[in-house]
């Protein structure tokens, strides 16, 4: 088979390792790697999540049902999102955003256009959106790690250079870093393979919220857990990406100013949650102590 990349690891003695986009073929069409990881992820994504569906009061099929939307807006919104951030590579040959096979899928838009899915479902469907998110959601950072792999197929979404030993150096990353001398990096040297520190944040992350599900009491707890957890991943990761999609000239990273801003929110928003707790709990105390007749002032308040 064909190979597209000779990928090396100087520093964990890796070398010429060969990597073809293409997967296989069938009747002469190529099956990329790329849609094919996705579809594994996904697949994987909704075994684990219809496995789990009545432990959460959930219906198998109505999960298997949000799934299918959820894989048409995502799918929509990732390319949205890209297209709308590099419209100078599609100005000119539109029909290109139709092209999907080689990237150019953003995760931020894919989630964007997931809980649109989602949103308009339940809205049909008539049910409570929040159980449902706040199960889901844990099942996103597991999709999202295996959807890096491709990342790496595909020999995009790396870093700057680095010293580490597993600095990564490819004829695709001396391609990429040749073409734009303006990012400050040596061609001819590793670069931090940044989608591996995703797939193995996003792992992590994938069992913390497993158990953040099982005790949260919070509404959108297991979101907001998320949302903060990636947030900050995302945050640090897309710091050192040679990749990133930028708001205009501003010199503004597009989705690191949107992880920490979402990274921000869920903090504010589980402080303000535990605090309206703690509120409601102390009521119900002194609603109790009231009936008993106990008298809960202290000589401070009453003066």
Known sequence: MDYDYLVNFPGLGIENL???????????VDVYWYGLIIAIAAFLSLFLAT????????????VLDNFLVILITMIIGARLYYVVFSWDLYKDN????????????????????????????HKIKKRPVEPFLDFIVVYVPLAQGIGRIGNFINQEAFGTNTALPWGMISNATTAYLNAYP?????????????????????LILFFILLQVRKRTKIPFGTVASYCLGYGLIRFFVEGIRTDSLYIGSTGIRASQLLSLLI?????????????????????????????????????????
């Not at 092209?99 to 899915?117: K, N, P, Q, S, T």
């Not at 990096?185 to 944040?201: A, M, R, S």
């Not at 709990?281 to 009453?302: N, P």
């Open 182 to 202: 303006e990012l400050g990096q040596n061609p001819n040297l590793p670069v931090h393979p940044t989608f591996l520190y995703e797939l193995i944040g996003n």
């Open 18 to 28: 060969k990597i073809s986009r293409v997967a296989f073929s069938v009747f002469g």
């Open 51 to 62: 496995r789990q569906a009545k432990k959460f009061n959930l219906d198998e099929d109505f």
């Open 94 to 121: 539109p029909i290109k955003i139709l092209d999907i096979r080689e990237g150019g899928l953003a995760f931020y838009g894919g989630v964007i256009g997931a809980i649109l899915g989602i949103l308009i479902f």
């Open 263 to 303: 990274a921000i929110g869920a903090v504010l928003y589980l402080f303000l949650m535990r605090h309206k707790k703690k509120q409601a709990v102390r009521m119900e105390e002194d609603k109790l102590f009231e009936s008993a007749g106990i008298d809960t002032e202290s000589e401070e308040d009453k003066q």
